[in-house]
């Protein structure tokens, strides 16, 4: 099928494009302006005009994606992708075009998907027409971002969702495209594409020419100026892209056949989760975005009210959660998933839990189409389209282009994922019917399956593969109907009130107003000024000495939070669909609630989530299938990703008071039903309650909705001493400091480090405002030097870290190479750093400050955005909420000079500055990218195909192989082979001479045989004072932190946040009238 669609364009009045004659379907709640124009290349675009965005955004969607990689050459859409953002015509030096974006508070992205690949930047809104520009291939670039590739897969290696997609997509049709290993790696992109002789640049050049072509292109551009010269820009730039008048790739066949149906897999996760997946084969829901059937079965199987899959199978104890969709895998063909998150014991009985599901898809067809439901459903989605919040400008803007690639009326493409126009019960039928029992497959995934005996290929996840058995299949068609089961209400919940006082000429006030202030409450309103939506944000922080008093108080008040959520489930549901949110959880001082939504609705939910809080009744089963939910969630966090371990010990290190996981799970197998049943009375009979309410409510509206909560309630206040906020540990004056401790996950191959240098206090404006400037410069070379140049691994952040009174510097990397190395590349490009800045003209150094200033000037997207930053603030327990305008007033007054002096003395690496390292070492580091190599050309061998990797590795490790010459790799490699291989003198001779000629050509021997490197870098490369180094050995200047309690015994505590203004003068509103 194609999905190009006619549409009605005329000629534009300077005959340069064309326009589309019809306006733009768009929210009610949109105030931009768009228009429609099609190139004579027949690139499509949409231009945004926002007269109001500070920040200008382009997108490019190309409708081809991993499913066109050669099958010689897995991962080169991807690899294409990283390419094309390296260079550009107008910025041919690599990194220019990301280093103009960063000066202009701007940055770039991009994603490949099976059939789509998506480039998107934004920048600020007075640079982007030099932002607008065509990419480039960068050969100087190809290696690089090959590692860079595997690094990303690497990276990818330990998450199960990846793991879980990968092994979905295997065990589909193997003559189908769609099971294609779309990330790549250095074995697809290099090992063997050198094996079989193939140029990866070349091929790299030949799918570009056959794939990117202007007639598969969908672009969208947003900006503040008018219509017309986002136009001409667009036209100017893109019109001399080739339109090869490609037809859109579509993949023939289906994606599973007769052979991969009826089929349970098993398969065992890195962390702890239980998941019973249904995939049924479904129409491509694509061209069906008039009527939306997956939609109406999505929602019904789905549901989590009363008489659902989910309210039977919850309280029989076998599942904790359930989701279905319906989506396009490939063109012309879909899926309809069912995902339910099962409990240890439905683990055990997952056929039961199957049955279930399709006893409700029986009672579904025997119930019929019912237009009511449709009705409800379109009802909602045309009121979430209504009032749709504003989001970033780049992501907008590469969903908009996305979604220009549908075949829907071009006037459409806005709306065309919310609105549901027709009411076609024949194709909701079709579209049950679809959902066959015998035609299915089943995955069950847990971490206690055994007998696994197969291996997936790219991740190596564990799985076995079975019939389903005869007997379940029988059940199911002998199925007796289930009268637990039933359609659902009615929603209650829809709103009906949508009326909003706006304003014209109206300056919107800079913060809330404090309206209430005694030793139980302090309340904070804001009526909405800005975006006039009938939406409302209801924050609740209560605190409670008990909540973390004790590793046993933290587990109770998290126990009982979880145990409220799972209760509210069936009633909460129905809100959720209906556009109300609701959030409890707790914290280190107390617990918090979060309500946002239309605020029609929204002091309903409130008032129940509060009376259940009060009233609450403990029952056992629920709490032990929650406990073990809790369980697995600590242990879970163990298994984080090595960077955010890092970051969790440094938060340890530095806190006054943090129980970690481990001594959670200790008390919580202690902790019993009673135990809760007891406990949460004392922890909400005594409390002081913190709120805020911001939107389209009055003053009034927020006193009677905060009144509620005390009423329900009713808790004594705490005394003023209780008040007092956690606070910070300062590190030790001139103190270097490291902590390393192994990955928990075993088979992570991934190491990482968070290196921060503690600057001083948050609240001393000079330090704040010029260590944001230094951290806001640091950024992009950063990036490019560990990153993009060293290749260091493929997160690689750096940025401002602040605690309760104090603030640092901060940069994570995380990769495969050792902690040690790079703490010590980190320490280089500090060093690297000064001269940055002092080779920086004057004028650059000044688009640096103005960058920042846009950069923390930057609007509010939507109401919930602006919401979040003022709770953000006032849960910080400073209320400053001037704080940025101080700032943006203080940047211009700092000179190159006195930021250089600041940085020698505070943050280069020779300064008598605090310095803190966590480093998290991996327990499976991979081998040396060389030893890889060398492996790779072995095998490639007939003598030498057997060779064991572990022993290669071990071999060469005691050697110092990375760092030996030629002739001295070639010795090694002799002597490695004569102790192995058994052949006479010659054939040794040819054995060597081949497999070190495939070797040197693997490293790109002709360019690096005279160069000596290390981890990657080139001692050539390196200044006179980076050569004297060894970055393979920790500074002896740096401390080793053992043991961490004791450590922390003997820091001194940093001041506890407290307001800068009195709070009598935020009482009083902006324009100086008191309330």
Known sequence: MSYNTVAPYTLSPDGT??????????????????????????????????????????????????????????????????????????????????????????????????????????????????????????????????????????????????????????????????????????????????????????????????????NLMKLCVLGKEPLDVLARWVVEKFSAVRNKSLPIPVAEGNLLTE??????????????????NFVFPFPDPTPLFKTKPHQYLSHLIGHKGKGSILSLLKKAGLIDDIDAVGYTAAIGSGFFKIEVDLTEEGLKRYEEIVKVVFQYIDMLKKEGIKKWIFDENAQLSAIHFRFKDKSTASNYTSHVSNSMQRPCPREWVLSVSYLNREYDPAQIEHALDCLRKDRFTLMVVGKQLEGLDQKEKWYGTEYSVKKI????????????????????????????????????????????????????????????????????????????????????????TRLYVELVID??????????????????????????????????????????????????????????????????????????????????YHTYLTQEVMWTSEEKLEVLKFVTAE???????????????????????????ALRVTKLVEDILLPKPLITSQLTRHRSLLLPENEQLVHRRQVFDEKNVNSAIEYYIEVGNLLDKWTRVRLSLLAHIAREPCFNQLRTKEQLGYIVFSGVREHAGIIGLCFIVQGIKDTVYLENRTEAFLLKLQSVIEDMSEEEYQKRIQSLITTKLEKDKNLRQESHRYWQIIRSGYYDFDRVDQDVAELPTVTKSSLLTFFKEVVHPSSKTRKLSIHLYSQNPPPPPKTQDLFNCLQSHPLTSDIDM??????????????????????????????????????????????????????????????????????????????????????????????????????????????????????????????
């Open 675 to 701: 135990d809760i049943q007891s406990f949460y009375p004392q922890l909400l009979s005594n409390l002081h309650v913190e709120a805020m309410v911001h939107g389209n409510m009055s003053k009034d509206q």
């Open 259 to 276: 052979n991969e149906l009826l089929r349970t897999t098993f398969a065992k996760p890195v962390k702890d989760i239980r998941v019973l």
């Open 469 to 556: 058995g005869d007997g379940l299949l029988k059940d199911l068609e002998n199925l007796p109907a289930n009268s637990e089961l039933r359609l659902p209400e009615p929603n209650d919940f829809i709103p009906a009130n949508f009326d909003v006082h706006k304003q014209t000429n109206v300056t919107p006030l800079k913060r809330p107003t404090l309206i209430k202030n005694t030793q139980l409450t302090r309340i904070w309103h804001k009526k909405d000024d800005t975006f006039w939506v009938p939406k409302a944000n209801l924050y609740f922080f209560f605190k409670s000495p008990l909540a973390y008093v004790t590793p046993l108080h933290c587990v109770k």
């Open 950 to 1075: 572990q022993d290669l590795h071990n071999y060469l490790e005691v050697k110092s192989f990375g760092s030996l010459d030629s002739s001295e790799t070639e010795e090694i490699l002799r002597k490695f082979l004569v102790e192995r291989v058994k052949a006479d003198e010659t054939e040794m001779e040819e054995l060597v001479e081949s497999v070190s000629k495939a070797f040197f050509a693997a490293n790109n021997s002709t360019d690096n045989k005279s160069k000596k490197t290390v981890n990657g870098v080139a001692e050539d490369d390196k200044d006179s004072s980076e050569k004297e180094r060894d970055d393979t050995i920790l500074s002896k200047r740096n401390t080793i932190i053992d043991d961490l309690i004791l450590f922390k015994s003997k820091m001194l505590l940093g001041p506890a946040p407290a307001p800068v203004v009195p709070f009598e003068i935020l009482r009083s509103r902006e324009d100086g009238s008191k309330l």
């Open 17 to 214: 494009h064309y326009i589309l004659d019809r306006p733009i379907e768009k929210s009610d709640s949109d105030d931009r302006d768009y228009r429609m124009i099609k190139l004579k290349n027949d690139l499509e675009a949409l231009i945004i005009h926002d007269i109001e965005t500070d920040k200008a955004s382009a997108a490019l969607d190309v409708h081809v994606g991993s499913m066109s990689d050669p099958i010689n050459l897995l991962g080169l859409a991807h690899f294409c992708e990283h390419l094309l953002f390296m260079g550009t015509e107008k910025y041919p030096k690599e990194n220019d075009y990301k280093e103009y974006l960063s000066k202009h508070s701007g940055h770039s992205n991009a994603y490949t998907s099976p059939e789509h690949t998506n480039y998107f930047f934004e920048v600020g809104e007075k640079h982007f027409e030099g932002a607008l520009d065509r990419p480039l291939f960068d050969p100087s670039c190809t290696d690089r971002e090959l590692h860079a590739v595997d690094s990303e897969n690497k990276n990818n290696l330990q998450k199960d969702g990846r793991r879980l997609f990968e092994l979905e997509k295997s065990l589909g049709n193997p003559n189908h495209p769609y099971n294609k290993f779309g990330t790549g790696n250095l074995k697809t992109l290099r090992d063997q594409p050198l094996k079989e002789g193939i140029d990866v640049r070349e091929e790299l050049l030949k799918f570009h020419e056959r794939y990117y072509s202007a």
């Open 567 to 648: 209760a509210l489930t069936e009633y909460s549901h129905a809100a959720e669909v209906a556009g109300l949110w609701y959030s409890v959880w707790n914290e280190t001082e107390g617990f918090s609630i979060m309500v946002q939504g239309f605020n029609d609705k929204v002091h309903v939910l409130l008032e129940t989530i509060v009376t259940l809080m009060k009233n609450f009744k403990v029952d056992s089963q629920r709490f032990q299938l929650v406990k073990e939910q809790l369980q697995r969630d600590y242990y879970n966090s163990l298994l984080t990703e090595p960077y955010n371990s890092a970051i969790y």
